[in-house]
């Protein structure tokens, strides 16, 4: 279940499915029930609960949890907020159902729970949280007990995993069908704890209908095209990577660049190295190998051997002219090009030449890998979509402006493509946060690149493994051990067992 379902989506899928004869009361007590159940599987029959619930749908899932707890016995309440005259439909039935104890919600009612269950707002919420409901939201919070969250925590945006305002951090989510981009997307994620998705009698089938284009970037997405070398496999088979380097004292950056496409199985790996950095390269490097290369001029003789299918630019290349000039030199091939730090940064004063030189090559595979300021400074026709609220509107935004694929990195990195794809990461351990792990990345990107694997699925694979591989060394990670850590990765996966290597 790695696809996630905007608002509007999974609204529709609610749509469909009562179309095709289930009433959406079912829906509902479907819901309530996960709820209930989360809520018994998880907390002593001892424990006072209560519910603080809202005139939507996501209160009446309330109403209806409240009701079959309050029939296994427990002690439960509703505290209501805002105006019961609002219930309509489906919600208003379940809160006619309801028989127990309903009050209004001042914060102070909340000293008593044991148990507290969010069913104020639910995903669609797309305004700040304000008056009585942000006061509630604030005492849920300030109550130091447990909070058990439907669907999504109030005051979470449930297509951008923004804070609206205020926003519950709930214990626990018990959700519905799917998961949405605000249980991945931060700060989203860190409001919900474990997540549980309920099935409440929801066909798989109106997937097809729907056509989702947002995922939980994990193998699922992308392993059947992950490149496994055959038996009969030579390195040349598997792709040739070029890493350009800058000067002699900035060129650890390529060099871990260098590590992660070789680890990531591309057959061969060439540092492209100025001649002033040409010793040191050599000479920190055993399986990579290194090539004299000065300007855009060398740059382009280079590449003129098809054999070369990856090339990765700006890993302490520098800022200015000269790494422009060579991304415009990589740019007019056909190979998979990564552009990455300085190369992104080297356009900011000028970001259309890079848009116009990525336009020309749509067949051909390009990769921006930008953290968010570097992103800030490039797209700045997407400045209106602030990075923290909006992360997967403006990766979307940016990939569809510059026909390629976007990376916007992070603890929830967003891989978007130009056809409205978008992969959200949710596995990056906060050890990631140390010096040259993105380097290692574009690397990796550009050794599966190397070996054929598409563009988007490539991305999204090395971000996938990247993650895994800091999970695999853990605390006191540096970015030299990310590379180091892929064979655990790889082997762990089982996706070489079907090449007759193992």
Same mark, same amino acid.
């Given at each position: 279940?790695?696809?996630?379902?905007?608002?509007?989506?999974?609204?529709?899928?609610?749509?469909?499915?009562?179309?095709?004869?289930?009433?959406?009361?079912?829906?509902?007590?479907?819901?309530?029930?996960?709820?209930?159940?989360? @809520?018994?599987?998880?907390?002593?029959?001892?424990?006072?609960?209560?519910?603080?619930?809202?005139?939507?749908?996501?209160?009446?899932?309330?109403?209806?949890?409240?009701?079959?707890?309050?029939?296994?016995?427990?002690?439960?309440?509703?505290?209501?907020?805002?105006?019961?005259?609002?219930?309509?439909?489906?919600?208003?039935?379940?809160?006619?159902?309801? /028989?127990?104890?309903?009050?209004?919600?001042?914060?102070?009612?909340?000293?008593?729970?044991?148990?507290?269950?969010?069913?104020?707002?639910?995903?669609?919420?797309?305004?700040?949280?304000? %008056?009585?409901?942000?006061?509630?939201?604030?005492?849920?919070?300030? /109550?130091?007990?447990?909070?058990?969250?439907?669907?999504?925590?109030?005051?979470?945006?449930?297509? /951008?995993?923004?804070?609206? %305002?205020?926003?519950?951090?709930?214990?626990?989510? $018990? !959700?519905?069908?799917?998961?949405?981009?605000?249980? &991945?997307? *931060?700060?989203?994620?860190?409001?919900?704890?474990? @997540?549980? $998705?309920?099935?409440?009698? +929801?066909?798989?089938?109106?997937?097809?209908?729907?056509?989702?284009?947002?995922? &939980?970037?994990?193998?699922?997405?992308?392993?059947?095209?992950?490149? @496994?070398?055959?038996?009969?496999?030579?390195?040349?088979?598997?792709?040739?990577?070029?890493? $350009?380097?800058?000067?002699?004292?900035?060129?650890?950056?390529?060099?871990?660049?260098?590590?992660?496409?070789?680890?990531?199985?591309?057959?061969?790996?060439?540092?492209? /190295?100025?001649?002033?950095?040409?010793?040191?390269?050599?000479?920190?490097?055993?399986?990579?190998?290194?090539?004299?290369?000065?300007?855009?001029?060398?740059?382009?003789?280079?590449? !003129?051997?098809?054999?070369?299918?990856? +090339?990765?630019?700006?890993?302490?290349?520098?800022? %200015?002219?000269?790494?422009?000039?060579?991304?415009?030199?990589?740019?007019?091939?056909?190979?998979?090009?990564?552009?990455?730090?300085?190369?992104?940064?080297?356009?900011?004063?000028?970001?259309?030449?890079?848009?116009?030189?990525?336009?020309?090559?749509?067949?051909?595979?390009?990769?921006?890998?930008?953290?968010?300021?570097?992103?800030?400074?490039?797209?700045? !026709?997407?400045?209106?979509?602030?990075?923290?609220?909006?992360?997967?509107?403006?990766?979307?935004?940016?990939?569809?402006?510059?026909?390629?694929?976007?990376?916007?990195?992070?603890?929830?990195?967003? $891989?978007?493509?130009?056809?409205?794809?978008?992969?959200?990461?949710?596995?990056?351990?906060?050890?990631?946060?140390?010096?040259?792990?993105?380097?290692?990345?574009?690397?990796? +990107?550009?050794?599966?690149?190397?070996?054929?694997?598409?563009?988007?699925?490539?991305?999204?694979?090395?971000?996938?493994?990247?993650?895994?591989?800091?999970?695999?060394?853990?605390?006191?990670?540096?970015?030299?051990? *990310?590379?180091?850590?892929?064979?655990?990765?790889?082997?762990?996966?089982?996706?070489?067992?079907?090449?007759?290597? !193992?």
């Amino acid at each position: 279940m790695f696809e996630l379902l905007t608002t509007s989506e999974m609204g529709e899928a609610d749509r469909l499915t009562i179309a095709g004869g289930i009433p959406g009361t079912v829906l509902m007590e479907n819901a309530g029930r996960a709820v209930a159940d989360a @809520v018994a599987a998880n907390f002593p029959s001892g424990l006072a609960i209560s519910f603080v619930a809202g005139p939507g749908n996501n209160g009446g899932d309330g109403f209806v949890a409240a009701r079959i707890l309050a029939g296994q016995g427990r002690a439960v309440r509703v505290l209501f907020v805002g105006d019961r005259s609002r219930l309509k439909g489906d919600a208003l039935a379940a809160a006619q159902a309801w /028989s127990g104890d309903t009050q209004e919600a001042p914060p102070a009612a909340l000293k008593s729970a044991g148990v507290i269950v969010d069913a104020l707002f639910g995903a669609g919420l797309d305004r700040p949280v304000e %008056g009585e409901a942000r006061a509630m939201i604030e005492a849920m919070n300030e /109550s130091g007990v447990p909070i058990v969250a439907v669907d999504l925590p109030s005051g979470i945006n449930g297509n /951008s995993g923004a804070v609206m %305002g205020a926003a519950v951090r709930a214990t626990r989510t $018990v !959700t519905f069908f799917r998961r949405k981009p605000g249980h &991945v997307l *931060l700060p989203g994620r860190l409001h919900c704890g474990p @997540v549980a $998705v309920a099935q409440i009698g +929801i066909s798989e089938r109106v997937l097809e209908a729907i056509g989702p284009k947002t995922f &939980v970037n994990v193998p699922g997405l992308w392993s059947s095209c992950f490149p @496994v070398p055959q038996v009969d496999a030579h390195k040349y088979a598997r792709g040739h990577t070029v890493v $350009v380097s800058g000067g002699v004292s900035s060129t650890g950056a390529a060099r871990l660049a260098a590590r992660g496409a070789l680890r990531a199985g591309a057959g061969l790996v060439t540092i492209a /190295s100025p001649r002033d950095a040409l010793a040191v390269n050599a000479a920190r490097s055993l399986a990579v190998m290194v090539r004299p290369v000065d300007g855009a001029g060398e740059l382009s003789a280079m590449l !003129t051997d098809p054999r070369l299918n990856a +090339i990765v630019l700006g890993p302490g290349g520098g800022v %200015g002219a000269p790494m422009r000039e060579m991304v415009l030199a990589a740019l007019a091939g056909s190979r998979a090009a990564i552009l990455d730090a300085d190369a992104l940064t080297s356009f900011a004063d000028n970001p259309e030449m890079l848009s116009k030189a990525l336009a020309n090559r749509r067949e051909s595979c390009a990769i921006l890998t930008p953290h968010e300021g570097e992103f800030a400074r490039l797209f700045r !026709t997407v400045e209106l979509i602030p990075s923290v609220k909006q992360k997967l509107e403006a990766a979307r935004v940016a990939s569809h402006e510059t026909s390629a694929i976007v990376v916007l990195k992070g603890p929830d990195t967003v $891989v978007a493509a130009p056809d409205g794809r978008a992969a959200i990461a949710e596995n990056a351990p906060a050890y990631l946060a140390t010096a040259g792990a993105g380097d290692v990345l574009a690397g990796m +990107i550009a050794g599966l690149a190397a070996q054929g694997m598409p563009g988007f699925e490539a991305a999204c694979a090395a971000v996938w493994c990247h993650g895994e591989a800091a999970k695999e060394f853990g605390p006191g990670l540096i970015a030299e051990d *990310l590379p180091e850590m892929l064979p655990r990765v790889y082997r762990r996966t089982g996706w070489f067992d079907r090449s007759g290597l !193992t």
